[in-house]
């Protein structure tokens, strides 16, 4: 068998693609999924020649914490955060040159004994400058305080807020640009002159679901232009990714309602250094009514074009866009049958190239890096010339074939992966709804002998989607492929409040808890029973974080239907969680209303209220250290299922010390692997 414990734990994440601004040459990163000891390790590995397939090699040795690569405009170095100066440590800014010898270097000794890390970094278009977000350094007080443990903490006070600072390439100082609040992100303009960025009033994470406030800044000192422009306030949901590849307009990721915290994601655009005209000033451009747009990128083109990533159902694709909305397709994944992300996309002399982090589940191919370009010939003739001109956009030159560059999870081709496939079925309302079924190895036909023991993976968020990839590293998302080797039918609803079908599908979530949701996935299981595909007697449930809620949701309901459950860092009680999760804001949106309001409305979806008379037995898992969903959600259901449901015993309850939501350490990973298998095994074979 491939999908091992000892595989599954040793693998990497494949991440931070960037093409350098000629094209030739492709970086990412590939990150150790999990702690063998205190420190979080991570390799930058590299392509210089984009035609060779698996032509990556390792570029830096993974001893040290390597991430967020960043090309120099003139392509000859690259710029990277890393803790190699101090392991473990605050990570800070590094230089590494591509055209000779030599090992990366700290920007300069200024950040070699700071405290305080660098959040982010962004290199200036004509490389002359880098932008980079850290807090002050603690003063002298501060750090006497925190070594003679005199730190009590005031909540809503704090001296962490992230600064917007500047480095000068050329002359080696650092000053403060923007001395206020909290810098969420921060974009440069495309004369290097203004730099536009966004804050929060904390460094906390709910601080971004209060009001926050979107600004410009000018970097010339004395240039007669206002230094700091006020562009707009939002109250619900910050604007934390986002792009100025044009002169006047900022292009950024925001709810299709950007007045809602729970929405699908779109494209909004907002005018900065002059009026834009229409209708578009701080609504949705692009995306959000029935597709979700999670991200986009400046792909340095002069035509007043960037790219944009689009989740569509179970399809994955990278379209074009101008400035007046106007779009074709560049890249899409062929019948729902691939997927990917951590994506790059430039315009180089006419010419589209895209490189992305690519797997399919269908196709039993693990994560790689791919790379793809346009023929010059073919897009001789602009695309949105031909759109004028009245060529449907599904005619014009798109990228069709791709080269594999790297060869991660070799150990994957060594295993026999049943059949994987899309499986639709609809809701009690009658609208069409999808997800992904694996089946046991050796199982290539959905014509089987017998129905097989079945497994609900649900996943998270419960803004997620459930794409046709393959995830063979340690996340609740590797679990289809690891239990359906070991025999059983795996089952991943794609249920309403997740992404990728607009607007109102992502918005079923608001107040929605322990509704349709549920009722969506039990649909699932239900159709997969009915086309004997599952065995009624021996179904298993089990999802981690909002997947969990579910799980523990869905015994609470059906009381015998599920011979067993696995509910991992799983919601409970969402009053509760109101209190003490770092996101009470969300948490209330979803549940239904914060405790404090004295309204009823957040009990209608809590499990714990539903406990008496479960049969199911369920192993609880959960993180000491979650501050998404505090442990006391699982402690506080198991001691429920040890006084209310009807066989006590059954259920067990696992805690892990310093372990966050989601889990970090390789040992601990180890145990939840044996254990869910274990738990599985006793109660469906």
């Known amino acids: 068998m491939a999908f091992t414990i000892d595989n599954i734990v040793s693998s990497v994440r494949l991440s931070d693609v960037v093409i350098s601004p000629d094209g030739s040459k492709v970086v990412y990163r590939a990150a150790a999924a999990l702690k063998t000891d205190c420190h979080s390790t991570a390799a930058l590995w590299y392509t210089s020649d984009t035609s060779k397939p698996d032509s990556v090699k390792q570029l830096t040795s993974g001893l040290y914490n390597d991430t967020s690569p960043k090309w120099h405009p003139d392509g000859k170095s690259l710029f990277f955060l890393s803790d190699r100066h101090w392991q473990g440590g605050p990570k800070q800014v590094y230089k590494l040159s591509l055209d000779g ?18 959040g982010d970094f962004k290199v200036s278009p004509d490389g002359k400058y880098i932008a980079f977000s850290s807090a002050d350094e603690p003063s002298a007080e501060e750090q006497k305080k925190e070594s003679d443990k005199d730190d009590a903490t005031v909540w809503g006070e704090t001296t962490l807020n992230a600064k917007l600072r500047l480095y000068s390439l050329s002359v080696g100082t650092v000053r403060t640009i923007v001395d206020r609040d909290n810098v969420i992100f921060f974009t440069w303009s495309p004369d290097s002159k203004s730099i536009a960025f966004s804050t929060s009033s904390r460094p906390e994470i709910d601080a971004n679901y209060h009001k926050t406030s979107l600004y410009t800044v000018s970097i010339l000192p004395g240039s007669g232009a206002p230094s700091l422009k006020h562009i707009l306030d939002n109250d619900r949901s910050a604007i934390d990714t986002a792009i100025w590849p044009f002169d006047d307009c900022l292009y950024a990721i925001q709810p299709y309602d950007p007045q809602s915290a729970v929405d699908a994601d779109s494209v909004h655009v907002h005018a900065l250094n002059s009026p834009l005209g229409g209708s578009y000033q701080g609504k949705a451009f692009y995306g959000g009514e029935t597709e979700d747009v999670p991200s986009l990128l400046n792909i340095q083109s002069s035509e007043e074009e960037f790219a ?10 990278i379209d074009i866009i101008n400035r007046k909305g106007i779009a ?6 062929k019948k729902s049958q691939s997927a990917f992300d951590n994506w790059d996309t430039k315009k180089i002399n006419g010419e589209y190239i895209i490189a992305f982090i690519k797997s399919s589940g269908p196709n039993k191919e693990p994560p790689n890096l791919w790379i793809g370009k346009t023929n010059k010939k073919e897009v001789s003739t602009s695309p949105f010339a031909a759109i004028y001109a009245g060529k449907p956009s599904s005619q014009l030159s798109q990228i069709e074939s791709l080269t594999k560059l790297s060869s991660h999870f070799a150990w994957v081709s060594e295993n026999k992966l049943g059949k994987t496939e899309i499986f639709e079925w609809k809701g009690q309302d009658g609208v069409q709804l999808n997800g992904m079924a694996w089946f046991p190895s050796g199982v290539e036909s959905t014509k089987l002998e017998k129905p097989l023991p079945t497994i609900l993976v649900i996943h998270g968020g419960p803004y997620h989607l459930d794409k046709p990839q393959l995830i063979p590293s340690y ?3 590797s679990w289809p492929p690891y239990l359906a080797e070991k025999g059983y039918l795996v089952l ?12 109102k599908f992502a918005r079923a979530a608001y107040h929605g808890m322990g509704t349709i949701e549920w009722s969506d996935i039990n649909g699932m299981i239900d159709e997969a029973v009915k086309r004997g595909l599952a065995d009624k007697d021996k179904l298993g449930i089990s999802g981690w974080s909002q997947g969990g809620f579910l799980t523990a949701w869905g015994v609470s309901q059906t009381k ?16 509760s969680m109101v209190v003490e999760s770092d996101v009470p804001e969300i948490e209330g949106r979803l549940g239904g209303a914060a405790p404090w309001l004295g309204s009823d409305a957040r009990l209608a979806g809590d499990p714990i209220r539903h406990i008496e008379g479960i049969e199911t037995a369920l192993l609880i898992i959960h993180g000491e250290r979650d501050l998404r969903v505090p442990v006391g959600q699982g402690i506080g259901f198991h001691r429920g299922l040890r006084r209310k449901s009807k066989y006590p015993d059954r259920h067990i309850l696992v805690t892990y010390p310093r372990e966050p939501h989601d889990f970090v350490e390789r040992k601990h990973a180890e145990d939840v692997l044996r254990r869910i298998l274990e738990h599985f095994d006793a109660w469906l074979k």
């Open 101 to 118: 010898p030599g090992e990366a270097a700290l920007l300069n000794d200024l950040f070699k004994d700071k405290k305080r890390e660098v």
């Open 492 to 503: 991943q609803p794609n249920y309403r409040g997740g992404s990728g079908r607009g607007s």
């Open 328 to 333: 074709f397709t560049l890249y899409s994944c």
């Open 308 to 317: 944009v990533l689009v989740n569509s159902g179970l399809d994955t694709r």
């Open 475 to 477: 996340e609740s998302q």
């Open 560 to 575: 015998d239907k599920f011979k067993c459950g696995v509910m991992g860092a799983g919601v409970s009680d969402w009053g």
